[in-house]
Nanobody, 115 residues
Framework: QVQLAESGGGLVQAGGSLRLACVASGTIFSRLEMAWYRQAPGKQREWVATITSGGNTNYPDSVKGRFTISRDNAKNTVYLQMNSLKPEDTANYYC?????????WGRGTQVTVSS
């Protein structure tokens, strides 16, 4: 069993920055590949960033160059640094991982970007 808890969301003006955090518990965090997803009202959930256990990262074009995913294994935490935020980044942001053939999601943290 893995538990994920996101934090750090809020209201920010366009062009601003936020840093999201996701704390994981229940297993050896350093072995987990971690990802961030987001879901805006009326839209499908979309992938935002991935970091492997070895620290390799990947992003879709929509956030590449603006978002950075990182991890601190000592704190069992994965971060999402979001810069140059746009109104279209407004969404509920979720942390995700897979362990022992099961997928786990956090409850999400809301990010709202005003124009």
């Amino acid at each position: 069993q893995v538990q994920l808890a996101e934090s750090g969301g809020g209201l920010v003006q366009a062009g601003g920055s936020l840093r999201l955090a996701c704390v994981a518990s229940g297993t050896i965090f350093s072995r987990l590949e971690m990802a961030w997803y987001r879901q805006a009202p009326g839209k499908q959930r979309e992938w935002v960033a991935t970091i492997t256990s070895g620290g390799n990262t990947n992003y879709p074009d929509s956030v590449k160059g603006r978002f950075t995913i990182s991890r601190d294994n000592a704190k069992n935490t994965v971060y999402l640094q979001m810069n140059s935020l746009k109104p279209e980044d407004t969404a509920n942001y979720y942390c995700r991982t897979t362990f022992s053939f099961r997928t786990y999601w956090g409850r999400g943290t809301q990010v709202t970007v005003s124009s």
